[in-house]
């Protein structure tokens, strides 16, 4: 089945930096593009980033562009998401997930988060 593993999480200082890492199996991973999401206590989920199968396309929320970069190596079936310049209110539980065949993440396939904190 379709397995999608976070980790790199963990505690950073303000102005710090994390990668996040995603590793995936069970699926065709070079086929599918890749998204970033996070859920802050007591917030919904929002996206985060996205990226395209082949890399050459990304998307970021306003909140963490020029500060996080997403990419992807489809040779280890890894994605990833490297956070710079952290704030406190990026602390939050960070998920990647693929989306379903109609391009849809919402019923597509979700790893089981990674715990993202930022200390002032």
């Known amino acids: 089945q379709v397995q999608l593993v976070e980790s790199g999480g963990g505690l950073v200082q303000a102005g710090g930096s994390l990668r996040l890492s995603c590793a995936a199996s069970g699926l065709t991973f070079s086929s599918y593009s890749m998204g970033w999401f996070r859920r802050a206590p007591g917030k919904e989920r929002e996206f985060v980033a996205s990226i395209g199968w082949s890399g050459t396309i990304t998307d970021y929320a306003s909140s963490v562009k020029g500060r996080f970069t997403i990419s992807r190596d489809n040779a280890k079936n890894t994605g990833y998401l490297q956070m710079s310049s952290l704030k406190p209110e990026d602390t939050a539980v960070y998920y990647c997930?693929?989306?379903?065949?109609?391009?849809?993440?919402?019923?597509?396939?979700w790893g089981q988060g990674a715990q993202v904190a930022v200390s002032s």
């Open positions: 997930a693929a989306p379903d065949n109609r391009g849809n993440y919402q019923t597509g396939y």
